[in-house]
T-cell receptor
Framework: GENVEQHPSTLSVQEGDSAVIKCTYS??????FPWYKQELGKGPQLIID?????GEKKDQRIAVTLNKTAKHFSLHITETQPEDSAVYFC??????????????FGQGTILTVHP | DADVTQTPRNRITKTGKRIMLECSQT?????MYWYRQDPGLGLQLIYY???????NKGEISDGYSVSRQAQAKFSLSLESAIPNQTALYFC?????????FGQGTRLTVV
């Protein structure tokens, strides 16, 4: 089955700095890679996702890059703000055709943005 | 109203007791899931269901069972709770790939 490794487990930055979280996956058939943000006391919420036919995707201060050859993908947050503080999870799954849609999650990164 | 509602939000139970966690969704999606979250381990899949007649085991199904009562309802049961089942439990629903999670149920087994 799929295995997703996520690093670092904790990340502390100053407000305005950039933050980068990296994930690697094992199943070369995986083709969908979402990122989730989990705030205290809440469930994970989708913040951005990327499919294997795209190398990079941006949404305002958030971007995700994908390297299919190396089987890794990264989340980039620029101009960080205190409200970006949360736990971030990467995930991978195989989508399409008769394939099922189970998500395999990384271990999570606790991001702290200091004012 | 939330798209995915879990009840209860918090529960403390004794070892050996049977407990049921309930989940309902208003997204109209066929697919529903139960995940368990432990610190440093991310979310691990317990069971999933792609329609009312379809139930599948996930990575960590031992000690758990599920029931899909309707398209909108998916419940998780612990037949005989044990302390290492203390965790945060999430229900989710999805269309083909985009998941929507509930707020979670914090379960403590003493």
């Amino acid at each position: 089955g799929e295995n997703v490794e996520q690093h670092p487990s904790t990340l502390s930055v100053q407000e305005g700095d950039s933050a980068v979280i990296k994930c690697t996956y094992s199943d070369s058939a995986s083709n969908y890679f979402p990122w989730y943000k989990q705030e205290l006391g809440k469930g994970p919420q989708l913040i951005i996702d990327i499919r294997s036919n795209v190398g990079e995707k941006k949404d305002q201060r958030i971007a995700v890059t994908l390297n299919k050859t190396a089987k890794h993908f990264s989340l980039h947050i620029t101009e960080t703000q205190p409200e970006d503080s949360a736990v971030y999870f990467c995930a991978a799954s195989r989508q399409g055709g008769t394939s099922y849609g189970k998500l395999t999650f990384g271990q999570g990164t606790i991001l702290t943005v200091h004012p | 109203d939330a798209d995915v509602t879990q009840t209860p939000r918090n529960r403390i139970t004794k070892t050996g007791k049977r407990i049921m966690l309930e989940c309902s969704q208003t997204k109209g999606h066929d697919r529903m899931y139960w995940y368990r979250q432990d610190p440093g381990l991310g979310l691990q899949l317990i069971y999933y269901s792609f329609d009312v007649k379809d139930i599948n085991k996930g990575e960590i199904s031992d000690g758990y069972s599920v029931s899909r009562q309707a398209q909108a309802k998916f419940s998780l049961s612990l037949e005989s709770a044990i302390p290492n089942q203390t965790a945060l439990y999430f229900c989710a629903t999805s269309d083909l790939d985009r998941f929507v999670f509930g707020q979670g149920t914090r379960l403590t087994v003493v």
